[in-house]
């Protein structure tokens, strides 16, 4: 055997749980019945296991400089290659990043199967607002949406059977759970075992208390919600994947209030099921609609997120003035942006004459002045 064949035999394959300045922590594959599984899944990665079970399934790695050089990122959840292990100090190096199922950009994470939303029923109230904004974006990610709705033991069964029978006829079924007094946590798990999960939602609303309860062995932060506005305070800093005990892995991502909608307006209406379901039975007489105020719309009507839809379709058509008008400079038209919500269109100065000049171009026309009175 060549002494490149030898080094080849030696390569490894692991999933990037964590990222963290230029170093990158992968979870090798392990040998044995995992191997023989993973091989069997994807016939291309055969050739990427190291015929020996690694002593440590974690290693610490830093990219290769030819990745650095093609502009190749490393994402938490992509597929690397890793060479040169040192299971002495577990360190190693990534060499090459396998295609990617898919990738989101906010938060940065490759080859998810699906959006885990956790939502508080109380301690914070339930938000609707919030709670669609939430789902449109995580609609428009293509994956698969679970609703989680925590802190269940708060409310009253009345309570629940309304808020569900609510967010069914937006579409959805959700899985009531309570950290706090363990209900419904199988059932949970069970939906999380052997898949990629991107847990997302606000502040305070119990997510890592969840994923605490999931994998006892962790031990996160938990926040306090903050006494004057109700919310939670940011516990989360950066996106990491946590190995389940049941199979999977878990990607816990900063909590924030506000996802942005990065939608076209035209495709916002695809991320309601209920307008989904309205076009699925009817169509639009125009097919640029944007369901306002157009003629035989099929999606208008009295279904209740509909006044949400109108709101996030005013931003999104916001949004994409002012990419439109970053890319065509010659535009006469600037959006500015007053409050939630609220956009108001401002002519452009068309001359440079109404700038102040800087203060460098005005010494270098004092200093031109001054050459010329001298010749």
Same mark, same amino acid.
């Given at each position: 055997?060549?002494?490149?064949?030898?080094?080849?035999?030696?390569?490894?394959?692991?999933?990037?749980?964590?990222?963290? !300045?230029?170093?990158?922590?992968?979870?090798?594959?392990?040998?044995?019945?995992? *191997?023989?599984?993973?091989?069997?899944?994807?016939?291309?990665?055969?050739?990427?296991?190291?015929?020996?079970?690694?002593?440590? &399934?974690?290693?610490?790695?830093?990219?290769?400089?030819?990745?650095?050089?093609i502009g190749q990122q490393v994402m938490v959840g992509d597929r690397v290659?890793?060479?040169?292990?040192?299971?002495?100090?577990?360190?190693?190096?990534?060499?090459?990043?396998?295609?990617?199922?898919?990738?989101?950009?906010?938060?940065?994470?490759?080859?998810?199967? @699906?959006?885990?939303?956790?939502?508080?029923?109380?301690?914070?109230?339930?938000?609707?607002?919030?709670?669609?904004?939430?789902?449109?974006?995580?609609?428009?990610?293509?994956?698969?949406?679970?609703?989680?709705?925590?802190?269940?033991?708060?409310?009253?069964?009345?309570?629940?059977? $309304? /808020?569900?029978?609510?967010?069914?006829?937006w579409g959805y079924q959700p899985i009531f759970i309570s950290v706090y007094?363990?209900?419904? /946590?199988?059932?949970?798990?069970?939906?999380?075992?052997?898949?990629?999960?991107?847990?997302?939602?606000?502040?305070?609303?119990?997510?890592?208390?969840?994923?605490?309860?999931?994998?006892?062995? /962790?031990?996160?932060?938990?926040? $306090?919600?903050?006494?004057?506005? %109700?919310?939670?305070?940011?516990?989360?800093?950066?996106?990491?994947?946590?190995?389940?005990?049941?199979?999977?892995?878990?990607?816990?991502? &900063?909590?924030?209030?506000?996802?942005?909608?990065?939608?076209?307006?035209?495709?916002?209406?695809?991320?309601?099921?209920?307008?989904? @379901?309205?076009?699925?039975?009817?169509?639009?007489?125009?097919?640029?609609?944007?369901?306002?105020?157009?003629?035989?719309?099929?999606?208008?009507?009295?279904?209740?997120?509909?006044?949400?839809?109108?709101?996030?379709?005013?931003?999104?058509? %916001?949004?994409?003035?002012?990419?439109?008008?970053? !890319?065509?400079?010659?535009?006469?038209?600037?959006?500015?942006?007053?409050?939630?919500?609220?956009?108001?269109?401002?002519?452009?100065?068309?001359?440079?004459?109404?700038?102040?000049?800087? *203060?460098?171009? @005005?010494?270098?026309?004092?200093?031109?002045?001054?050459?010329?009175?001298?010749?």
């Open positions: 055997m060549t002494e490149e064949a030898l080094r080849d035999s030696f390569r490894l394959l692991g999933t990037v749980l964590a990222v963290q !300045a230029n170093y990158y922590r992968v979870q090798l594959d392990l040998g044995g019945e995992d *191997r023989d599984k993973e091989e069997k899944e994807d016939k291309e990665d055969k050739k990427l296991f190291s015929p020996f079970s690694p002593p440590s &399934p974690l290693l610490l790695c830093t990219r290769r400089t030819r990745l650095k050089k290659v890793v060479e040169e292990p040192d299971w002495t100090g577990q360190r190693g190096a990534i060499a090459d990043v396998l295609p990617r199922k898919n990738q989101l950009d906010r938060p940065a994470i490759a080859n998810v199967n @699906q959006i885990l939303l956790v939502f508080a029923v109380a301690d914070p109230p339930l938000e609707p607002y919030q709670l669609s904004r939430f789902l449109v974006k995580a609609e428009s990610t293509g994956l698969d949406v679970v609703l989680c709705l925590n802190k269940s033991d708060l409310i009253t069964t009345q309570q629940q059977a $309304e /808020i569900h029978q609510r967010l069914s006829n007094k363990s209900i419904n /946590i199988d059932e949970l798990a069970n939906l999380l075992k052997d898949n990629i999960t991107v847990l997302a939602g606000p502040s305070g609303v119990g997510k890592s208390s969840l994923i605490n309860t999931l994998i006892p062995t /962790i031990n996160l932060r938990v926040g $306090e919600i903050s006494g004057k506005l %109700a919310r939670g305070r940011h516990t989360t800093r950066h996106v990491e994947l946590f190995d389940l005990p049941s199979g999977g892995l878990l990607a816990d991502t &900063p909590g924030f209030n506000q996802p942005d909608l990065d939608c076209t307006p035209e495709e916002l209406a695809t991320y309601f099921p209920e307008a989904r @379901q309205r076009l699925a039975v009817a169509k639009c007489r125009f097919s640029n609609c944007l369901h306002r105020d157009e003629p035989d719309c099929a999606v208008q009507g009295d279904w209740e997120r509909y006044q949400h839809y109108l709101e996030f379709l005013e931003e999104v058509i %916001a949004r994409q003035s002012q990419l439109n008008q970053q !890319a065509d400079p010659e535009s006469t038209v600037k959006v500015k942006t007053k409050g939630k919500g609220k956009h108001k269109y401002e002519p452009k100065l068309e001359s440079k004459k109404y700038r102040q000049k800087s *203060r460098r171009t @005005q010494l270098q026309e004092l200093q031109e002045l001054y050459r010329e009175s001298e010749q």
